[in-house]
């Protein structure tokens, strides 16, 4: 592919284990979701200088607990175009309201659904995780 590569490195520690319970980029909004919280410093400011627009999300809203171990990410979901659909167990959080605005903001029409994925969640899987996209 002719397209630029970028390295990014998880901060230790952080609780994320793969960039994508980090990153969610909705196409159809060019909006970047991140929590910074995830990355060591450089490479917040690889991300930062993309160009992108991008909604901040902090860890404690990223990382919901499901009490038994697991874990919902809520930034590992999916993107279908017209609709996102992201982890949460429950009708919804204060992140996912925030999301909502901001994508209303872009002036695209894009329903952000909250998706009970905590079964899932306790293995260690997202939405993400377990969803193949085929496009034509």
Known sequence: LDRP?????????????HGD????YVRGA???LWCPDAFVPESREVIRELGLRHIE?????????LGDGGKNFLLNGVDVGHCIILPYAGRSSPL???IRVALMETGRDIDVVAHDFSEFGKSGAG????????ER
């Open 127 to 134: 939405i993400g995780c377990a969803t193949l996209v085929l």
């Open 57 to 65: 999300c902090n860890k404690r809203d990223v990382i919901q607990s």
């Open 96 to 98: 996912m309201e925030d």
């Open 5 to 17: 590569m970028l390295t990014l490195q998880l901060a230790p520690n952080s609780g994320f284990y």
């Open 30 to 32: 060019k909006t970047l």
């Open 21 to 24: 319970l980090a990153l969610f």
